[in-house]
């Protein structure tokens, strides 16, 4: 009997065994089960995000015949109603989609743009420092949101079902309802001081209980509008005049002639390569697609797998190279239409050679020794994120926000729905921090009609023409990092969707020149850091802080099955697959 009970586990590990060396010599082992984590799996398409109702809303959208730009779109507007600390009608972002019939992975800018009253010094109080109220808690702080004429720019362009067909479901969220969660009603609550500034927000989402049905009536009259006349209906008809309306309710400068001279923009993505895959991410003024190249060709120059994942020698490199990321991005990223962003001289092969030349592999650098851009050559936190794919092959990865959670904390009374704090994403003052803590420069100052410089990094990863990864994060300055992590766990360290987005990650910003890293790297490996000189902050009993970061909600395809996994770190976060 026992040698019978033997022989049946070793059959069984040899069967598991086989499936993941025929995983591997595919599209990675993304959906390998030789691993604790195991992806959710599926056959035709797939949608991953920070909350399961809109999630499903995506995943119905595919299983009705719709593409991944149709489940896209209509999960977004779904987030405007069941994430309303991020997801939004009154922010902006970025969208990365591949077009499978022809392989083109196209780039679409909606972030926000400064109002035509905007000025440089607009933040500044008497004494000449940034006063962070009027920056990041006024209505003074929203720029003019773009998401909704982005979001309708790519059903428009790219999807293949009417506005109807892709917002009724956001519609009916809102007008009926839904079970309000746990984690959702604890975040309201805990955002009770930043909320209660404004009547329309203690209306709209204070004193909710976990468990009771949420009706937004007037945000559900808003969508039902932008669903019968289009993006015009936002930006010219009775939602701009709303929003107008509640401008004029304190020192807001954002105008109907604001709103009406909205554009988005259609980018060149920002493409590297990383050991046989393409990678293609948003290009300024997101700063993150930029800055995820540059790393990963600086890290190209090193055994990686040699160090083991997460040892204290594999994460020193990744802080060394984040440093130098992020001390780059103070000067020289911000939006292309204003300032001239040397894109090919940051993610050149040849700048990251120079970069890994001033890395020692076993003392760390210190930030204040740290110029940007000391060699460059010439050249003429809170977010939400969500990845689809299709059985088709398209795909599409989407990074939209209103800054901070819950953004401004001011509604757009009878409209139902937040407004952005995204001004703070300027460099208030060349030098001063945000509210991330992250240092900007002349390229990134405040002017009209510019959009603020941002961390949001969406991200589409193709290997022989097929895409295996679709990620992206929240996490303010801490998307960039998370994202190159989830990144290297699929390529560098072969690992299934569930493993890479679930390993613990470390972040690095240049400056404050500290390290935070999440539970689960362990202390002695934290302890080997430190004796390399870097600085990890403490708690108050003197053991090292560590906090959670980023949400890479990711999906992809390995051996023609779509693959994906929500990250765990949302409370609300949810895989749909059919």
Request: aromatic share 6%; with cysteine.
């Amino acid at each position: 009997m026992f040698r019978s009970l033997f022989l049946s586990c070793a059959l069984s590990l040899a069967a598991i065994s086989s499936v993941s060396a025929k995983d591997s010599a595919g599209s990675n082992a993304l959906m390998s089960y030789d691993a604790i984590q195991h992806p959710v799996m599926a056959e035709n398409g797939m949608v991953s995000a920070q909350d399961r109702i809109a999630a499903e809303v995506g995943r119905d959208i595919l299983a009705r015949g719709g593409n991944a730009i149709d489940a896209a779109v209509a999960t977004g507007f779904a987030l405007a109603v069941t994430h309303p600390q991020a997801g939004n009608l009154g922010g902006g972002g970025f969208m990365m989609v591949h077009l499978a019939e022809t392989g083109e992975v196209l780039a679409l800018d909606f972030r926000e743009m400064a109002p035509d009253g905007a000025t440089r010094d607009m933040y500044l109080g008497s004494d000449g420092e940034v006063d962070n109220r009027l920056a990041q808690y006024s209505r003074l702080s929203a720029g003019v949101p773009g998401t909704v004429m982005g979001l309708l720019e790519a059903l428009e362009k790219y999807g293949t079902m009417t506005r109807r067909e892709v917002m009724g479901p956001s519609v009916r969220l809102a007008a009926k309802g839904f079970p309000l969660s746990y984690a959702m009603a604890e975040g309201l609550e805990a955002s009770r001081e930043q909320l209660s500034v404004d009547e329309s927000s203690v209306d709209y989402f204070l004193g909710r209980k976990s468990g009771e049905r949420f009706v937004q009536e007037d945000l559900a009259k808003t969508l039902r509008r932008i669903m019968k006349s289009g993006a015009k209906e936002f930006y010219e008809g009775k939602t701009a005049e709303l929003i107008v309306a509640e401008m004029q309710e304190g020192r807001g400068v954002m105008t109907l002639q604001d709103l009406a001279n909205y554009k988005t923009v259609t980018r060149k993505a920002v493409s590297g390569n990383y050991k046989g895959h393409t990678l293609y991410a948003m290009s300024p003024p997101s700063s993150g697609g930029v800055h995820i190249v540059q790393m990963l060709n600086i890290l190209s120059g090193y055994n990686l797998k040699g160090d083991g994942h997460n040892s204290a020698a594999y994460l020193h490199k990744l802080i060394e190279v984040m440093r130098r990321a992020y001390a780059d991005r103070s000067k020289y990223l911000g939006d292309p239409d204003f300032v001239d962003v040397p894109v090919a001289a940051l993610t050149a092969q040849s700048y990251a050679d120079t970069l890994r030349e001033s890395i020692s592999v076993t003392v760390a650098s210190k930030s204040s020794e740290i110029s940007p851009g000391a060699k460059l050559p010439y050249e003429s936190v809170n977010t939400t994120h969500y990845s689809v794919i299709d059985k088709m092959g398209n795909a599409v990865s989407v990074t939209y926000t209103l800054n901070f959670s819950y953004g401004s904390g001011y509604s757009v009374d009878g409209a139902g729905f937040l407004l952005n704090n995204e001004m703070d994403d300027f460099s208030a003052k060349p030098g001063s921090p945000n509210g991330y803590g992250l240092i900007g420069g002349e390229a990134n100052k405040i002017e009209p009609r510019k959009r603020p410089l941002s961390s949001m990094t969406p991200v589409i990863v193709k290997k022989e023409g097929k895409v295996v990864l679709v990620t992206g994060s929240p996490g303010g300055s801490t998307i960039i990092t998370s994202v190159l992590q989830m990144v290297l766990n699929v390529i560098e360290w072969d690992m299934n969707m569930a493993e890479a987005v679930n390993k613990p990650r470390i972040h690095h910003q240049w400056l404050p020149d500290i390290v935070i890293a999440e539970p689960g790297i362990s202390h002695d490996t934290l302890r080997r850091l430190e004796a390399m000189g870097h600085n990890l902050p403490k708690d108050e009993k003197g053991g090292f802080a560590q906090t959670v970061l980023g949400r890479v909600n990711s999906v992809g395809q390995s051996q023609g099955i779509v693959v994906g996994s929500a990250d765990p770190r949302g409370p609300d976060s949810a895989t749909a697959g059919y």
